[in-house]
C-alpha cells in the first residue's frame, strides 16, 4: 500500500470510529445485511471497491442502518446531472434541438444584449449582422450564417470570428453561456419548453451512440444515453429512504423532462430559473442568497450550485446560503463529474462520488481524498484514458472569480500538491 492508500485508509478508520463518515470498504463486505435492505444491483462499471463504499454509505445512513431516525428527517443525497447521471449534455441537446427547428425567438426590441448581461459588444454587433430580427423567430433552421453565430457564442463562449463572447462576471457563480440558452428561451411557457426538451431527448435516445447531427455548418453531438449504474443508485437510494435531488447548469424546465427518465419528479429538480411575466419566461434569472431575482448574476454554478442547494433542499434563506451549513443540515452523499460541482461535492458529509472528466480542480481535490471521504471512478461510457500531465494542483488548478488561475487550496489553507491521474479507461 503506498503512502497515499494508507494515510486515506487512516483517515477513513479516524472519521469511521467519530461516526462522520463509513467505514472502510473492506469491512463492508463482512457485515450481515436484512434481506430487506435495497441493494445495488449493477456491478459493470464500477471502479475497484466503489460499489462497495457506496453500499456500506446506504445501509449506514438509510432506513437499514438508523441513521434516518436518528437525524430525524430523510439524508439527502443531491447529483449533478449533464455527465454525471447521462452521457453527454442535456443543455445542448436541447439548444441544437431549437436552432435546428427554428424555435428560437428574436431578441427584444432587437437588441442582443436583452439576452444577457454579460454579452459583450462585439458579440451583440456579430449576432445582430448575422440574425436577421424583424420576424418572431429566428430563421436558424434555414439561415446557416445565423445559426452558426449563436452556436459559436453559446458553444464556444466566441463569435464566428473569434471574437470574446462574454465577459464581467463572477466564475465562481456564473457561466454566462450556460445562462445564455436559459435567457433564449424567454417568451415561451415552461410547458413549450418542455416540449422542446422532450422531443430533443427522443432524438437523442433513439440516435446510435457516438452520432452526430448537423446545426447550421458545424457537426455537433447528437446523442445521449442513461447511466445504467447511475439510475441503479439513484433508485436504490430512494428505496432506503434517501431524498434524492438533482442539481444542473441546464434550464430546470429541460431537466425536468430528462430527470423522469432515473424516477426524479420536477419537485426534487433545480436547474437555472427563468424570472416569468403573464405565464411565459423571461430573458432574467431568479436569484439565491443575497442575489436578487433579476440580477442574473448566480446560477447553478459552482458556489451558485452550494446556494440553490442550501435554498431549495434545506430552506437556507438569504445571504447564509451561500455559505457551508451545519453537518445536520447539508447532504450526506453528492456525485459530480466537474469543476462545476466542486462547491457542494465538498459539502458532503458522507461519500462524494466523482467521475473523471480530467478537471482540474475536482481531480486535485478527489485525488487529494485528505478526509477519506472521495470516491473517484472512470465515466461509465466512453471513459478519459489517462491524462499523461499532473494536474496542476500548486499553480493554477483553481479558477478565481476574475477567471485566474491559482493553487488549490485545502481546508488549512495549504496548497495541494500536484496529483497524478491513477482512476482512467485501461
Request: charged share 25%.
Amino acid at each position: 500500500m503506498n503512502t497515499t492508500h494508507r494515510r486515506t485508509a487512516a483517515a477513513a478508520l479516524t472519521l469511521a470510529a467519530a461516526g462522520l463518515v463509513t467505514a472502510p470498504p473492506a469491512q463492508a463486505h463482512h457485515r450481515p445485511r436484512p434481506a430487506a435492505c435495497a441493494e445495488l444491483e449493477v456491478s459493470q462499471g464500477w471502479y475497484g471497491e466503489n460499489k462497495a463504499r457506496l453500499q456500506q454509505l446506504i445501509d449506514t445512513y438509510g432506513r437499514c442502518g438508523g441513521r434516518e431516525r436518528d437525524r430525524g428527517a430523510k439524508p439527502v443525497a443531491v447529483f449533478d446531472w449533464d455527465n454525471t447521471v447521462i452521457k453527454n449534455d442535456v443543455g445542448d441537446a436541447t439548444m441544437f434541438w431549437l436552432l435546428r427547428n427554428g424555435r428560437l425567438r428574436a431578441p427584444q426590441h432587437g437588441d442582443w444584449r436583452t439576452t444577457s448581461r454579460y454579452l459583450t459588444a462585439d458579440a451583440s454587433a456579430a449576432l445582430s449582422a448575422a440574425c436577421p430580427t424583424r420576424t418572431a423567430l429566428l430563421p436558424t433552421a434555414t439561415d446557416t450564417r445565423c445559426a452558426d453565430e449563436v452556436r459559436s457564442v453559446y458553444a464556444d463562449g466566441r463569435t464566428s470570428t473569434g471574437g470574446t463572447a462574454f465577459s464581467g462576471y463572477d466564475r465562481r457563480r456564473m457561466e454566462p453561456q450556460y445562462a445564455w440558452l436559459a435567457q433564449l428561451l424567454h417568451g415561451w411557457t415552461t410547458r413549450q419548453v418542455e416540449s422542446f426538451a422532450a422531443a430533443a431527448r427522443a432524438e437523442n435516445l433513439a440516435a446510435p451512440v457516438g452520432a452526430e447531427q448537423k446545426v447550421g455548418s458545424a457537426s455537433v453531438t447528437g446523442w445521449a444515453r442513461y447511466y445504467d449504474q447511475q439510475r441503479d443508485l439513484i433508485r436504490t437510494l430512494q428505496r432506503s429512504g434517501f431524498d434524492v435531488w438533482i442539481t444542473s447548469a441546464s434550464p430546470e424546465p429541460v431537466v425536468d423532462v430528462w430527470a423522469r427518465g432515473v424516477g426524479i419528479d420536477r419537485a426534487h429538480a433545480v436547474g437555472i430559473r427563468n424570472t416569468t411575466e403573464h405565464g411565459r419566461l423571461t430573458s432574467h434569472l431568479k436569484g439565491c442568497g443575497s442575489v436578487r431575482d433579476g440580477q442574473d448574476s448566480m446560477i447553478t454554478y459552482i458556489d451558485g450550485k452550494r446556494c440553490w442547494i442550501n435554498q431549495e433542499v434545506f430552506g437556507v434563506r438569504g445571504p447564509a446560503a451561500e455559505r457551508v451549513q451545519p453537518a445536520a443540515r447539508r447532504q450526506v452523499f453528492a456525485a459530480g463529474d466537474s469543476d462545476t460541482d466542486v462547491s457542494f461535492l465538498r459539502d458532503a458529509t458522507g461519500l462524494r462520488l466523482v467521475l473523471n472528466r480530467n478537471k482540474n480542480e475536482l481531480m486535485c481535490r478527489a485525488y487529494d481524498n485528505a478526509d477519506g471521504r472521495w470516491v473517484v471512478n472512470p465515466m461509465f461510457i466512453e471513459p478519459k484514458k489517462r491524462k499523461a500531465a499532473p494536474y496542476p494542483c500548486a499553480t493554477t488548478g483553481y479558477t478565481s472569480p476574475d477567471g485566474t488561475g491559482s493553487p488549490v487550496l485545502r481546508t488549512d489553507g495549504t496548497p495541494i500538491p500536484d496529483q497524478r491521474d491513477t482512476v482512467y479507461a485501461p
